[in-house]
């Protein structure tokens, strides 16, 4: 996989966040922002080894 600059932070940050997003898209409007923050958090947070 080409590097495209980001860190391994923004990375699992960006993936948990759309795995957050998929699975919260059966909730009308809100459940995919939702979805989104909770995965970033958790992303963010194994990223950081708080995990």
């Known amino acids: 996989m ?3 600059g980001m860190s391994p932070e923004t990375k ?3 993936k948990w966040g759309a795995i957050g997003a998929l699975i919260a898209i059966p909730v ?3 459940g995919p ?3 989104a923050a909770i995965g970033g958090g958790l992303g963010y947070a194994k990223a950081k080894g708080k995990i």
């Open 2 to 4: 080409a590097d495209n």
């Open 12 to 14: 699992k940050v960006l």
């Open 28 to 30: 009308p409007f809100v």
């Open 33 to 35: 922002l939702i979805g």
